[in-house]
């Protein structure tokens, strides 16, 4: 560890990140740590983050804004993929991982760091996804983790940072680990780590209560190009403008929590409090007006590959053959999704009111109507159920015949 003298540690300002420092330059001999904050829309706290990092030894606090390239590169590309980790998690956090970590490595590179570093521990998702990433963009870059091997305690933790003038930064107050940037919080720790206690109130803050959201419903539309958002309400706005519009829209009418058991990749469970009003918002009309522009077979393959692109995301395996495949697929498909999609927002609900396209719909009105104005050609179905089912019948005849032959 002696030959490290210059690390980039990826920086986040609690309480593992801020005792990495000293650990660092005490414990491995580093002569230098410089940290790397990244700006992912979470609002007026990095000033402070980037101040607490060189109080705690930092020789240079970085913070590179990212909010621009977490919206267009990450986010949208989740939205076209409708990626729902275990049907339910919009990645909110975890979409954000390879990016600061290609950042990290591009950090490191230019100020000729001898290694990268961050401060997650050994039983989370975060470690695999920073890992495995930095490992895939700089195989030659030592990657130190001194929060997964210093084997101590939250309590000892905090006490090593206050040796070195550390505040903590968790009270009996407050004991939650939460997680914020533009597409959502994660919340977890303190009382949520018992399943049967329901959240309470004061850990949202993207998200109205049921009770406090307002009592007249709200209708709006998203109309969608290449299957990425463009407008809200008629009104084309910028992503990350629309991101955040979605989030007050959603938020104030209290759609977007979730409350989940979630199997960590390194085999645990967990159980995590989210909140992604914007990002599920959008998701959910993203699904809808996929089914009105997309064929049923296309649509089938694809419902199984987004659970596949979900679970790769999750497992940080961003950079990777198999993703990049997956976006292929998805980018092909999108050229279809084109069209609106209109919303009732109501006290925890989006409720779909309606979905249309001028040009890619593959909805007919004259083959799917009843009335006078039906095309459909109604004898053809005969041949096309005899053709169908023909396997069907030559499955059960065979099964009549052993049946006839074993009883003689």
């Known amino acids: ?12 300002g609690g309480v593992d990140t801020s005792v990495c420092i000293p650990y660092l330059k005490k414990e491995y001999g580093v002569d230098e740590v410089i940290t790397f904050a990244a700006d992912l829309g979470q609002g007026d706290e990095l000033e402070p983050i980037r101040c607490k990092a060189i109080d ?11 909010i621009k390239p977490f919206i267009e590169d990450f986010a949208f590309p989740a939205i076209r993929a409708n990626a729902l980790y275990e049907g339910r998690y919009p990645l909110s ?3 954000a991982r390879p990016l600061i970590a290609n950042h990290l490595v591009k950090v490191a590179k230019e100020l000729e760091a001898d290694a990268v570093a961050h401060g997650c521990t050994g039983k989370g998702n975060d470690q695999v996804r920073f890992d495995v990433a930095i490992a895939a963009l700089a195989p030659e870059l030592k990657v ?4 997964r091997e210093w084997g101590m305690s939250r309590e000892e933790t905090i006490a090593y940072g206050e040796r070195f003038g550390i505040p903590a930064p968790v009270s009996k107050k407050s004991p939650y680990s939460i997680d914020l940037n533009l597409l959502g919080r994660s919340i977890e720790a303190g009382l949520l780590e018992d399943p ?22 709200q209708d709006i539309e998203i109309s969608f190009e290449g299957g990425n958002p463009v407008a809200i309400d008629g009104a084309h ?22 409350d989940i058991i979630e199997n960590r990749v390194v085999g645990i469970k967990s159980r995590e409090i989210y909140e992604s009003p914007g990002l599920l918002l959008l998701i959910k009309a993203h699904q809808e007006l996929e089914s009105l522009t997309l064929s049923a077979d296309v649509l089938r393959v694809k ?13 940080g395996l961003w950079f990777s053959p198999l993703k990049d495949a997956l976006d292929g697929f998805f980018d092909r498909t999108q050229s279809q999704v084109n069209g609106r999609v209109r919303i009732r927002l109501y006290k925890g609900n989006a409720i779909i009111l309606g979905r249309g ?18 095309q459909f050609d109604h004898k053809s179905a005969e041949g096309f159920i005899y053709i169908w089912g023909l396997p069907s019948r030559i499955w059960a005849a065979a099964k009549r015949i052993k049946k006839s032959n074993d009883k003689n």
């Open 1 to 12: 560890m002696g030959s490290t003298k210059k690390v980039v540690l990826a920086y986040s």
């Open 56 to 66: 705690a030894g930092a020789s240079k606090s970085l913070v590179g804004n990212l």
């Open 93 to 95: 956090t975890a979409l």
């Open 144 to 147: 130190l983790t001194p929060a």
């Open 196 to 217: 049967m206690i329901s959240p309470p109130e004061e850990i949202f803050d993207m998200t109205s209560s049921i009770d406090n959201a307002p009592d007249e419903p």
């Open 237 to 258: 706005l910028d992503p990350v403008t629309l991101i955040s519009k979605a989030n007050l829209l959603a938020g104030q009418h209290g759609f977007g929590r979730i």
């Open 303 to 315: 419902h199984q590959l987004e659970r596949e692109w979900s679970d790769l995301v999750y497992q």
């Open 357 to 374: 396209s001028t040009t890619n719909s593959l909805y007919l009105p004259n083959m799917a109507t009843y009335g006078s104005d039906d």
